[in-house]
């Protein structure tokens, strides 16, 4: 680590990495967010092959639809759900009121859990549009990378700050799985992760618009179009997935608890590594 940068920058560092050896030693998180999403994309490339899916207003390749949208879904897994149901063990195993006791700023420890998730879903992201692009094909618009960069760093960031307020409203670690898993898999389904739903029911379409993981896979699909003719910015969709990573982080602000929950001390001496195997999946 460079010791030309400022103190509060090396700790922030240090957090990073230490999110990130923590995430590595749960097996059954890392499967579920990284090679959990994975499976879809190969999956349906093995039923589908190089059929054609009309979506977003024309035909496209199976792959071509799914890499993107799995690659957000990949990202959402690593930032809203593991920082949440993550977030929300650590308080009842006692871990974040030790480090609220500690010398170490707060900001520092809940900066490291957030980057810590941006970087994963990056990886996740990476291998995604990789097996994308290797085995079937997928097109990437290259002078779309840009806004497709500038798209992942917002919608990541503020699904981080979703699972912020994930933790902070969840009762209990305990809950937080399910309370995870409640809101994003259904949500998934109407945001072109797993079907396109342009012939779908209108209210549908439009709790879909609402909610932020379907702006995030049409700005980020965007660049892995081939029938965009203009610009790949879209800044509107950017503003909505922005406003909802401000009020997560707006609920996060005033509901973030360090304390473990009632009860919660007892159940914590069973043992992490038994209810993390089962908190993620």
Not at 3 to 31: E, I, T
Not at 62 to 71: T, V
Not at 90 to 98: K, M, Q, S
Request: aromatic share 10%; charged share 15%.
């Amino acid at each position: 680590m460079p010791d030309s940068l400022p103190a509060p920058l090396r700790l922030l560092v240090c957090q990073v990495g230490y999110q990130n050896r923590k995430f590595r030693r749960v097996p059954v998180a890392a499967f579920f967010t990284l090679v959990f999403p994975l499976m879809f994309l190969l999956l349906f490339g093995t039923i589908y092959g190089a059929g054609e899916i009309f979506a977003r207003g024309h035909l496209m390749k199976f792959a071509q639809f799914y890499a993107p949208g799995l690659a957000v879904f990949t990202a959402v897994s690593a930032t809203y759900t593991n920082i949440g149901i993550s977030t929300a063990i650590d308080r009842d195993e006692g871990i974040l009121r030790r480090v609220r006791s500690t010398p170490l700023p707060r900001w520092v420890y809940l900066g490291g859990v957030v980057l810590s998730g941006v970087s994963i879903a990056l990886v996740g992201a990476l291998i995604m549009l990789v097996v994308g692009v290797a085995l079937y094909g997928v097109e990437i618009n290259v002078g779309g990378i840009p806004a497709a960069v500038t798209t992942f760093l917002v919608g990541t960031g503020s699904f981080a700050m979703l699972g912020l307020a994930l933790a902070a409203l969840a009762p209990s670690g305990q809950s937080s799985p399910a309370l995870a898993n409640a809101t994003i898999l259904p949500v998934a389904f109407v945001s072109d992760v797993f079907i396109p739903i342009g012939d779908a029911p209108a209210w549908l379409q439009v709790v879909g618009n609402a909610l932020p993981l379907k702006p995030f896979v049409e700005a980020f699909s965007n660049a892995f179009d081939p029938f965009q003719d203009g610009s790949a910015w879209d800044l509107v969709l950017l503003a909505r997935i922005g406003a909802w990573g401000i009020l997560g982080a707006v609920v996060a602000a005033r509901r973030f608890r360090w304390e473990p929950s009632v009860g919660a001390a007892g159940r914590s001496l069973r043992g992490r590594r038994s209810r993390r195997s089962q908190s993620i999946g």
